[in-house]
C-alpha cells in the first residue's frame, strides 16, 4: 500500500479524487489530508471481478484497514462497506476506473470520551488512581473478611445491603486496576468482555448507591423499623440484574472496545477496554449517573437534616453541644452514597482536570470510610450500645441509631 500526504484539504482536492486514483499505481492507498482529516482509497483494478469492499478501525487512533470477509469485521468496533451493486452502478456511468474512498474527520468530534490531557496530569491521575484503587481494595476485602467470619450471622438488614455494594465496588476496582493489563494484549474479544464487566460492575455500584439511599429514607419514614416482604431479596434482584440488561444491550451491539486516553505526548497515550460510542457514554453512564446523584443528593441532605435535629434533640437537655455528626459520619455517608463520584462526571472546562484530582482523591478514601462506617456499626451492636449520638460513634447512627433514638419529627 502507498502513502499519500497533502498539506491541505478542501473541495478541489475531494473533486479531483478521480485524477488522484487514476495515477496511482497500487490498489490501494492510505491518504492524510492533514488537519485531523485520514482516509484510504482503494480502485478495482478488474472491474469484471468486482465485489463489495468493506474499511474498518478497532480505535479512534488505529489507522483504516481494508476488510476482507464480513466475518472479520467482529473484530472492529466501526466500519464500513461499499456493495457490490455501488460498484456496477459505477460501471454503468462508464467510469473508467470504479474506486472507494473513505475519510474520518478526526478533530470534528465534540467533548470526545479521548480528550487530550497533559502528560504529567494523566501521569499524576494514573499514579493516584492506582494507588487508591488499591487502598480501597485492601479496606473492602478486609469488611468482607470480618463480616464472612466474625459477624454474618449476626449482620443486621442494613449490614447486609452494606455488604452489597461493598461487593460491587471491591469488583469496580479490581476490573479497573486490571483494564489496562487487558487492553496492552490487544485480543479485541477480550477487551471487549473486560470493558463489559468494568462497566456492570460501575452500574451496579451506582445502583447500590441508590438503593442505600432509598433505605436510609425508608428508615427515616418508617423509624428505623423496616417490614417488607423479603426486602433484602428484592432489592438485591433489582441491583444486580438491571445493570446486566443495559450491559447485555451494549455489548450485543458491539458498543465496547479498545479506548485510548490521549495526551500532549504522542506516545505515552493509555489503551483502556472501555465504551468506544461517545453518545452511548453519555446517554447510559452520565444519564444513568445523574438520576442517581439526583437522589442520593437529596437523601444527603434529608439524613444529615435528621442528623442535625437529633444531635440537637438529646444533647441539648444535658450540655450546650450543637457541633453536629463528625467528618467521619459526612465522609462515610459521602461514600455510601457516592455523591464523591459527581466530580468525575460533571467535570467540564477549566475545572476538569481539578475535579479530576478531587475526585480521584476522595475516592481513594472510599473503602476506608466504609470501613469504617461498617466497624463502628458492628461494635454498636455486638455492644449492645444504646447511647445517643455523639462524635465519639457518629458513624454507627446511620444504622443503628433509628432503632433505639426517638425520631424528633415522631408526632406526640
Not at 477487551?191 to 463489559?196: Q, T, V
Not at 426486602?231 to 451494549?250: D, E, Q, R
Not at 455489548?251 to 453518545?279: H, P, R
Request: glycine residues 6%; aromatic residues 14%.
Amino acid at each position: 500500500m502507498t502513502y499519500i500526504n497533502a498539506l491541505f484539504v478542501n473541495s478541489e482536492v475531494m473533486g479531483k479524487m478521480s485524477d488522484l486514483v487514476f495515477n496511482l499505481n497500487e490498489s490501494s492507498a492510505a491518504v492524510s489530508l492533514g488537519n485531523g482529516v485520514q482516509g484510504i482509497i482503494v480502485k478495482e483494478t478488474e472491474p469484471e471481478d468486482v465485489d463489495e469492499i468493506s474499511f474498518a478501525y478497532s480505535s479512534p487512533v488505529s489507522e483504516l484497514s481494508i476488510i476482507e470477509g464480513r466475518k472479520e469485521l467482529k473484530k472492529y468496533s466501526r466500519s464500513v462497506t461499499v456493495s457490490k451493486e455501488a460498484f456496477e452502478e459505477a460501471l454503468k456511468m462508464n467510469i473508467s476506473v470504479p474506486f472507494a474512498a473513505v475519510f474520518r474527520f478526526i478533530n470534528m468530534s465534540k467533548t470526545p470520551l479521548n480528550k487530550t490531557i497533559s502528560s504529567t496530569d494523566l501521569s499524576n491521575l494514573t499514579i493516584i488512581t492506582q494507588v487508591g484503587c488499591g487502598l480501597s481494595m485492601f479496606f473492602l476485602a478486609i469488611v468482607l473478611f470480618m463480616h464472612c467470619l466474625l459477624t454474618k450471622n449476626k449482620a443486621s438488614l442494613s449490614t447486609k445491603m452494606l455488604i452489597n455494594l461493598v461487593v460491587a465496588m471491591f469488583l469496580l476496582n479490581f476490573t479497573f486496576l486490571i483494564n489496562n493489563f487487558v487492553a496492552s494484549l490487544k485480543n479485541s474479544v477480550g477487551c471487549k468482555i473486560m470493558a463489559a464487566a468494568m462497566h456492570y460492575f460501575m452500574l451496579a455500584t451506582f445502583t447500590w448507591f441508590s438503593v442505600q439511599a432509598f433505605h436510609l429514607c425508608l428508615q427515616l419514614y418508617m423509624m428505623g423499623k423496616v417490614v417488607i416482604n423479603r426486602y433484602l431479596l428484592k432489592v438485591c434482584i433489582i441491583s444486580w440484574v438491571l445493570p446486566g440488561i443495559f450491559v447485555i444491550a451494549l455489548l450485543s451491539s458491539g458498543k465496547y472496545g479498545e479506548q485510548f486516553i490521549n495526551n500532549d505526548d504522542s506516545n505515552g497515550n493509555v489503551a483502556m477496554c472501555w465504551i468506544t460510542d461517545n453518545d452511548t457514554h453519555y446517554i447510559v453512564n452520565i444519564g444513568y449517573y445523574v438520576v442517581v446523584f439526583i437522589f442520593t443528593f437529596t437523601t444527603f441532605i434529608i439524613t444529615m437534616s435528621w442528623l442535625f435535629c437529633l444531635q440537637k434533640t438529646n444533647t441539648g437537655k444535658t450540655q450546650n453541644d450543637t457541633s453536629g455528626p463528625s467528618i467521619v459520619t459526612i465522609m462515610g455517608l459521602c461514600c455510601l452514597l457516592g455523591i464523591t463520584w459527581g466530580f468525575a462526571f460533571f467535570a467540564y472546562g477549566p475545572l476538569r482536570i481539578p475535579s479530576y484530582y478531587i475526585f480521584t482523591t476522595l475516592n481513594s478514601f472510599q473503602g476506608f470510610f466504609l470501613f469504617i462506617y461498617y466497624y463502628k456499626s458492628s461494635q454498636n451492636i455486638k455492644g449492645g450500645d444504646r447511647s445517643t449520638i455523639n462524635s465519639s460513634s457518629s458513624t454507627a447512627t446511620l444504622k443503628t441509631s433509628l432503632d433505639i433514638l426517638e425520631n424528633p419529627y415522631k408526632k406526640k
